[in-house]
């Protein structure tokens, strides 16, 4: 395989290609979910669209996954109202790591955090596997994540506003709501909302991954090849 970052060359030729690198997503989105529980399991406040997704499960009484499907999904309709590529393993990713989430919590892999000090640690660990997960499920080219394509889209719509702003507000809506419905909001969201894009720039120089060199492909694309045409 080409490195990923250097060329813009969708691989995703033949169904093989892309079935294997669809088990690479979801592989990596499943290990991604492990990121997620530990950043939870932290038990220092959550990452501000789990702070949603706990708000929802609190709420509704459901599981931690179901609602992140919901969310998931939801946001995944609205980048194709947007009109933004949608990939393949942009469903992949509002399933498994939700369900993983459920998974880890199930077989209780970590228990809670007891204090501030075990809680930092994890929650890092927890951000340093959230980073190196989505290079393994970026270099797929098979689509970004659902809420990084609805971010890339409000930001096309609002030219006059920087991404950053954008960004912050979506994430500040996604906090409020969860903390509405009573999710866990702390010193650990700020953390996650602050160290999340600093710990993921630094993965990405380490594997000499450039996420902009990366042509995604679209569903269509990958239904003509699975088709022959």
Same mark, same amino acid.
């Given at each position: 395989?080409?490195?990923?970052?250097?060329?813009?060359?969708?691989?995703?030729?033949?169904?093989?290609? +892309? @079935?294997?690198?669809?088990?690479?997503? =979801? /592989? *990596? !989105?499943?290990?991604?979910?492990?990121?997620?529980? $530990?950043?939870?399991?932290?038990?220092?406040?959550?990452?501000?669209?789990?702070?949603?997704?706990?708000?929802?499960?609190?709420?509704?009484? +459901? @599981?931690?996954?179901?609602?992140?499907? =919901? /969310? *998931? !999904?939801?946001?995944?309709?609205?980048?194709?109202? $947007?009109?933004?590529?949608?990939?393949?393993?942009?469903?992949?990713?509002?399933?498994?790591?939700?369900?993983?989430?459920?998974?880890?919590?199930?077989?209780?892999?970590?228990?809670?955090? =007891?204090?501030?000090?075990?809680?930092?640690?994890?929650?890092?660990?927890?951000?340093?596997?959230?980073?190196?997960?989505?290079?393994?499920?970026?270099?797929?080219?098979?689509?970004?994540?659902?809420?990084?394509?609805?971010?890339?889209?409000?930001?096309?719509?609002?030219?006059?506003?920087?991404?950053?702003?954008?960004?912050?507000?979506?994430?500040?809506?996604?906090?409020?709501?969860?903390?509405?419905?009573?999710?866990?909001?702390?010193?650990?969201?700020?953390?996650?909302?602050?160290?999340?894009?600093?710990?993921?720039?630094?993965?990405?120089?380490?594997?000499?991954?450039?996420?902009?060199?990366?042509?995604?492909?679209?569903?269509?694309?990958?239904?003509?090849?699975?088709?022959?045409?």
């Amino acid at each position: 395989m080409q490195k990923a970052g250097r060329g813009r060359i969708n691989e995703n030729r033949t169904p093989r290609d +892309i @079935l294997m690198h669809m088990l690479l997503a =979801a /592989v *990596s !989105l499943f290990v991604n979910g492990f990121g997620v529980y $530990l950043t939870i399991q932290a038990n220092m406040g959550a990452a501000p669209w789990d702070v949603l997704n706990l708000g929802l499960s609190r709420t509704l009484g +459901i @599981l931690y996954g179901n609602a992140s499907v =919901a /969310v *998931s !999904l939801l946001i995944l309709l609205i980048d194709i109202l $947007l009109r933004e590529p949608i990939g393949i393993a942009m469903f992949i990713d509002a399933v498994v790591v939700g369900k993983a989430v459920d998974f880890f919590n199930w077989i209780h892999a970590v228990p809670a955090a =007891a204090s501030i000090f075990q809680g930092i640690p994890m929650m890092l660990v927890g951000l340093f596997i959230l980073a190196y997960t989505q290079y393994g499920y970026m270099i797929a080219s098979l689509g970004c994540g659902p809420r990084d394509t609805l971010l890339v889209g409000l930001s096309k719509r609002m030219r006059k506003i920087p991404i950053g702003a954008v960004s912050i507000a979506l994430l500040s809506t996604a906090t409020l709501i969860g903390w509405l419905l009573g999710g866990s909001v702390g010193v650990g969201t700020l953390i996650c909302a602050f160290a999340t894009g600093p710990i993921m720039q630094f993965a990405f120089r380490t594997v000499h991954f450039d996420a902009a060199g990366i042509l995604h492909q679209r569903l269509q694309d990958s239904f003509r090849i699975f088709l022959g045409k």
